[in-house]
């Protein structure tokens, strides 16, 4: 365990979990961000075209503004994948990690949405070596290579409308009959002669040494398997909420998602959350954004309380039911 204690320790660093931690480092609470990555699903576009305030830019160069800006107010990052969160006797919560251990008073969870698995042997091993969830982040690096695409619908299309014009080979492998999707899209990986379309099909086995080298493909119509020697695959199934560490701890609705109330509260008090995690109805960058600095602001009023510090000014349950001229504190953050 890591000898520090923070107040609020947010898991994410996209959207929600960023402006959480503006608010959060803002408002004097010690703050340390756990993250695997900064930016989250907005690196996989490069225009985000409806963030208020901004006509156009790109996920990335958005995404890092939110994280400087939240630095600049002394919030501290850790690149990390959070596995387990416990409440201790002492009142505080232990994040746990594979590698490390860390300990706050509070805990916003903002994790977001994480590429689905394909759940066989050799993936965990060649991820990061060869496996990708991301053709648009590291297509690039497979320029005139042999590689696998192993999906469903609009994702696995797109990513094969974009490694077509980049890779060698494409083998476009799908569990259906036809990819679900952009008629006219589909249309042009038929006509390539880069892209093969393996219909009825699911990779079974990923193999390799140091790296990726080949997959095992199972036709599901005539019953045959197949060893396809590539140099990259890319996953491409969609993304799902992945929160089963949770489970025992905190309510989740039907899809995983984790159940909030209007404030950013879980089911356990002490622990917020944000953004696409929860079952909130829309998942967009503003949104998140938004949801982010409720949670933030919800968990520094239980900070204080904890630490038996007076009620916040921004204490909106309480103040918002009485007249801004009843209480003589305003109602508005500065
Ligand atoms: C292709 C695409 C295009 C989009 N275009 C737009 C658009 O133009 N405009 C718009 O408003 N929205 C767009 N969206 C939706 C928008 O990107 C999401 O709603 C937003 O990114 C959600 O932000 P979030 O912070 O809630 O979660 P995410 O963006 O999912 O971020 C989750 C964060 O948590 C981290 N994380 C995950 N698991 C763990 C763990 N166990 N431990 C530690 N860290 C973890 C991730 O690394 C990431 O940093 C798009 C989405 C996609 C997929």
Not at 103 to 121: C, E
Not at 150 to 162: E, H, R, S, T
Not at 210 to 226: A, D, L, Q, W
Request: proline share 2%; aromatic share 8%.
């Amino acid at each position: 365990m890591e000898g520090k204690d923070y107040d609020v320790i947010i898991v994410g660093g996209a959207s929600a979990g960023l402006t959480s931690a503006l608010y959060s480092s803002r408002q004097g609470l010690k703050t340390l961000v756990v993250t695997k990555d900064i930016g989250g699903q907005a690196l996989l576009t490069d225009s985000i075209e409806n963030y208020p305030g901004i006509l156009s830019t790109g996920g990335f160069e958005l995404m890092n503004s939110f994280k400087n800006q939240a630095e600049k107010y002394g919030a501290e990052f850790v690149f990390d994948e959070i596995k387990q969160i416990n409440r201790n006797d002492d009142g505080y919560f232990e994040v746990s990690t594979s590698r490390s251990g860390y300990r706050s008073l509070a805990v916003i969870l903002a994790f977001g949405k994480t590429p689905r698995d394909l759940g066989v042997p050799g993936e965990e091993e060649f991820k990061n070596k060869g496996v990708s969830y991301c053709s648009i982040c590291d297509g690039p690096l497979y320029r005139d290579k042999t590689v696998a695409i192993a999906g469903v619908g609009m994702p696995a299309i797109d990513a094969g409308i974009l490694m077509k014009d980049i890779a060698s080979k494409v083998f476009l492998v799908f569990p259906s009959g036809d990819l679900v999707g952009d008629g006219n899209l589909v249309e042009q990986l038929k006509s390539s002669n880069r892209v093969e379309m393996l219909s009825h099909s699911e990779i079974t086995e990923i193999k390799g040494d140091k790296r990726i080298r080949s997959i095992v493909v199972r036709n599901s119509g005539n019953s045959t398997e197949r060893e396809i020697e590539v140099d990259g695959l890319f996953v491409e199934m969609g993304y799902v909420t992945k929160t089963e560490f949770l489970r025992d701890l905190l309510d989740l609705n039907k899809l995983g998602e984790i159940v909030t109330d209007k404030e950013g509260h879980t089911s356990v008090e002490g622990i917020f959350a944000a953004g696409d995690v929860t079952d909130i109805g829309f998942k967009q960058v503003v949104i998140s954004a938004g949801a982010g600095a409720i949670a933030a602001l919800s968990a520094y009023n239980y900070v204080q309380k904890v630490k038996g510090l007076p009620a916040s000014r921004n204490d909106w349950k309480k103040l918002s039911s009485k007249k801004e001229s009843d209480t003589g504190v305003s109602l508005f953050l500065h």
